[in-house]
């Protein structure tokens, strides 16, 4: 089946550096990627919907210039925290959709992100 | 935007028991509903999902769930949990440009 491979899964970084996280479809042409974080032992929270070729839509309370998301392609897309702080912390989950709603929605498997 | 909502945070059944884990959703238009689960600092397995047609849905792992638009809800069933079944489970449903989860449902299978 299709596969969405998500880079690295896990990774340490220092206060105040940048981490660039990677999505990509290995076998599908990925119209739209989504980015969730998720906290320990809570839900999925949507942080941005990306199309290839567009900038990305941020859900309410995300902060742009400190997410940035890239799509620059249709089988990438780059989540880059920027400044991380521990705060920042997290497991992120990509997803990808192969044209519209209703296409089948293929998740990677998380990147943990640990800032010290 | 549409939501989901999973009243139920934590369940807990003894194996062999039958399971219903609960999920209302709000969405204007026709919902695309999923279910799926989560293991321990894992990724995400669709368990199953409803576009349209058959209310009654049949999934993997022996799950089904049933759409209910009257009740807008797309609650989650099977006959007989295993151990292995232990997890957090997720009611998701899909707009036109974003996938919104609910806030999970941890099960717990006692033996």
């Known amino acids: 089946g299709a596969v969405v491979s998500q880079h690295p899964s896990r990774v340490i970084c220092k206060s105040g550096t940048s981490v660039k996280i990677e999505c990509r479809s290995l076998?599908?042409?990925?119209?739209?990627m989504f980015w969730y974080r998720q906290f320990p032992k809570k839900s999925l929270m949507l942080m941005a919907t990306?199309?290839?070729?567009?900038?990305?839509?941020?859900e309410q309370g995300v902060e742009k210039d400190k997410f940035l998301i890239n799509h620059a392609s249709l089988t990438l897309s780059t989540l880059t925290v920027t400044s991380a702080h521990p705060e920042d912390s997290s497991f992120y989950i990509c997803?990808?959709?192969?044209?519209?709603?209703?296409?089948?929605?293929?998740f990677g498997e998380g990147s943990w992100l640990t800032v010290v | 935007a549409q939501s989901v909502t999973q009243p139920d945070i934590h369940i807990t059944v003894s194996e062999g028991a039958s399971l219903e884990l609960r999920c209302n959703y709000s969405?204007?238009?026709?919902?695309?509903l999923f279910w799926y689960v989560q293991s321990p600092g894992q990724g995400l397995q669709l368990l199953l999902k409803?576009?349209?047609?058959?209310?009654l849905v049949q999934g993997i792992k022996g799950f089904e769930a049933e759409f209910k638009r009257s009740q807008s809800s797309f609650n989650l069933r099977k006959p007989s949990v295993h151990w292995s079944d232990a997890a957090e489970y997720f009611c998701?449903?899909?707009?036109?440009?974003?996938?919104?989860f609910g806030a999970g449902t941890r099960l717990t299978v006692k033996p």
């Open positions: 969405y204007g238009a026709t919902p695309y």
């Open positions: 409803y576009f349209s047609g058959d209310t």
């Open positions: 990306s199309n290839e070729g567009s900038k990305a839509t941020y």
């Open positions: 998701a449903v899909e707009g036109n440009n974003d996938m919104r």
């Open positions: 076998d599908f042409q990925a119209t739209t």
């Open positions: 997803s990808a959709r192969p044209g519209g709603k209703g296409n089948t929605i293929y």
